[in-house]
């Protein structure tokens, strides 16, 4: 009989083929002549019978293909243990081959669950299955390198009520996952940095992260040789929450008709100025005329916001002095207390324009979040989703499909 060539298996031979409606069922015998050896004592293994194996394969056209395959069962004598032999082009847990299996987690990066579902014409929980273990024997054969990582980004991402936070790591060069860990204090840090030889560690220049204690606390642990950089984007949240802290101060004192221009106007104070719309602007202006404290706290945020727009290091570190000055000697106190953060950190905030390290790839990452748990129909696993992350991201780890 002809073999499809797709179908051919090392050690096994086609001995009947049968298609009845929309399926094709290949049946294979065992005609190996190889010795096989326990792996505990090394001593030759004893033929035992066989099973019968029946094993899904991609589909060809409309047709379903199924594959019923003779393995032999060995047994040792010496140490009493049985195996079974199997195919190498077969999982060895799941009854897929690998090709579908690298078929499903390809096109699970375009498609969800559900509808690969109905094409395959598998279950869904069949389906992510295959792409976690499949996800996973690639992982363990292109394990994450961490030799020449000269940028990181930390920063934490929010999953839900079940999963609550993970602590995210990413190449700050490449974008490439290197870390997921549930939670987001130091100790959720350790097991990285600790996975990491003198060597790696000494190649790392520059980290990026939010002004969070825990984070602080740990790079100074384990990588004190390091520059930090407070990524930008987290330090103008701060100053919009003091924007916000001091139109909610302000709304308290007013009276009722003035309450009414400040009341429920928050995009106008936290948009850029040059996102506003002509009639967005006035409406703006005219409130900042007749409030001083606001009108101060939206400058002071535009300012700030200028600062970071400079391409010159000298330029923006004078500027961001000033705008220190400016802040301290305001008559709003969530600015005077955010001013006095800024200035113990100023080096921080000032490694930003040496090395323009920004979260913006990290940002990205929770788009990937989304889509994965549209896909997969929520989250099963966090170390399912730094799979599933590190094929999106990782050049290396897709070429292996």
Known sequence: MKTIPALEMKGWRTSASDCTGNQIV???????????????CNRRMQRRGS????????PYMQYDIELQIETPCLYCPHCSKYAVVRPQCIHPKRCMTLRLMRYIARLMQETSARLLSSLLRLSQSSILRADKDILTLLDEVRPICMDDRRALIIDEKYLGRDKKFVTCVIDGCTGEIL??????????????????????????????????????????????????????????????????????????????????????????????????????????????????????????????????????????????????????????????????????????????????????????????IARIQLKTRGLPSVDYLRLKLRQLTSPSFTRLF
């Open 179 to 368: 870390w997921l860990k549930e939670g987001k204090g130091k100790a959720s840090l350790d097991g990285f940095f600790r996975s990491l030889t003198p060597e790696q560690k000494e190649d790392i220049e520059v980290v990026s992260i939010d002004r969070g204690n825990a984070y602080l606390k740990a790079l100074r642990e384990h990588l004190p040789h390091v520059s930090i950089s407070f990524d930008p984007f987290h330090i103008i949240k701060n100053v919009n929450d003091a924007v916000d802290e001091v139109r909610r101060e302000l709304c308290k004192s007013l009276e009722k008709e003035e309450k009414k221009l400040v009341k429920g106007k928050r995009y106008l104070f936290l948009c850029g100025e040059e996102n506003l719309t002509d009639d967005k602007r006035e409406e703006l202006d005219k409130i900042l005329q007749i409030n001083q404290p606001l009108q101060e706290a939206y400058l002071l945020k535009e300012k700030l916001r200028l600062v970071f727009q400079f391409s010159s290091f000298k330029k923006c570190a004078t500027a961001f002095g000033e705008w220190i000055a400016l802040a301290e000697a305001s008559t709003l106190k969530p600015f005077n207390r955010l001013a006095k953060t800024l200035s113990r950190h100023a080096q921080q905030v000032l490694n930003f324009f040496r090395y323009r390290l920004t979260s913006g790839r990290i940002e990205g990452i929770n788009s990937m």
């Open 26 to 40: 290949v049946k294979y015998e065992f005609v190996s002549s190889e010795t096989f050896r326990c792996k505990l």
């Open 51 to 58: 099973r019968q194996l029946s094993v899904v394969d991609t």
